[in-house]
């Protein structure tokens, strides 16, 4: 596999598919990435920062890429971030770019929504916060200020989405106070990232985001639409749909049980749930 031009052939050629490919690689980077509970020596995390490296160098071949994507690729991305953030060597100011820059690419994967959720839940936040505290962040922070622009322009309009955005936001903050942090450069653009993060989940628990907002079914890739477009959860007022089948879909995926839990919205469409 020394030319990602030939997996493909390799690889059909051998009797699998891609999305076979793509299951083996992202289940390798789950078992060799130390759980952030664990604390490794520098000396392990360069090993695994290494592998790490040799694997995304296929990750970004077009056959490779969407199945990488929907077979969590950007969760297994976002712990590495998080887990060799915190370590000291040097050799993790050329990995960690790499990685960043691969994230970035992999939450460009549509259905947007899904990549930008996933990558809340794995915790890009905290991992991100993290990583500005390094002493060579400089190196990468071009990449840490893409991945929150990636969130931001995204995590605007679904309530699941918005959902893991408020988790996320409480799960790194903790890491603020850090005086690593505290002296980076990277405080500012963090500042302004809650500021107007923090002030969209206001708006969107008063009701007041109506303009831009898109189905609420997570697995769904239909444009961006207004309340007029969308369907209206008549039960908690507060999920949209585009369609009956997004809306069978997202009550079966787990809306049953925030139905009742979710603030009432005012002055829109309704549809029977």
């Keep these: 596999m020394s030319n990602p031009a030939n997996v493909k052939d390799l690889v059909v050629g051998a009797g699998g598919t891609m999305s076979h490919l793509a299951s083996l690689l992202v289940k390798h980077l789950r078992l060799i990435i130390p759980p952030p509970s664990s604390p490794c020596p520098d000396a392990v995390l360069m090993r695994v920062g290494i592998v790490i490296a040799a694997v995304l160098n296929f990750t970004l071949h077009p056959p490779l890429h969407d199945d990488l994507a929907s077979h969590g690729i950007v969760d297994v991305l976002c712990s590495a971030v998080f887990t060799l953030g915190g370590s000291s060597s040097v050799f993790m100011t050329a990995t960690l770019p790499l990685i960043m820059s691969t994230l970035v690419k992999f939450m460009d994967v549509l259905p947007h929504t899904t990549r930008v959720k996933e990558a809340l839940d794995g915790g890009i936040l905290r991992a991100i916060v993290l990583c500005a505290g390094r002493r060579d962040a400089s190196f990468f922070l071009e990449q840490q200020h893409a991945l929150l622009g990636s969130v931001l322009s995204q995590a605007r309009v679904c309530n699941s989405v918005l959902g893991s955005l408020r988790a996320a936001l409480n799960d790194a903050k903790t890491l603020t106070h850090s005086s690593q942090f505290r ?84 002055n829109a469409n309704t549809d029977a749930s």
Aim: proline content about 1%; glycine content about 4%; some cysteine.
């Design 183 to 266: 002296d980076s450069k990277f405080v500012g653009a963090w500042q302004d990232f809650v500021r107007v993060a923090t002030d969209r989940l206001a708006k969107f628990d008063r009701g007041e985001i109506d303009q831009s907002r898109a189905c609420d079914n997570i697995e769904c890739i239909s444009s961006t639409g207004t309340d007029e477009d969308l369907k209206q959860c008549s039960r908690c007022q507060s999920a949209f749909y585009c369609s009956k089948e997004c809306q069978s879909q997202d009550w079966a995926a787990g809306h049953r049980k925030l139905c009742r839990a979710l603030p009432k919205r005012e």
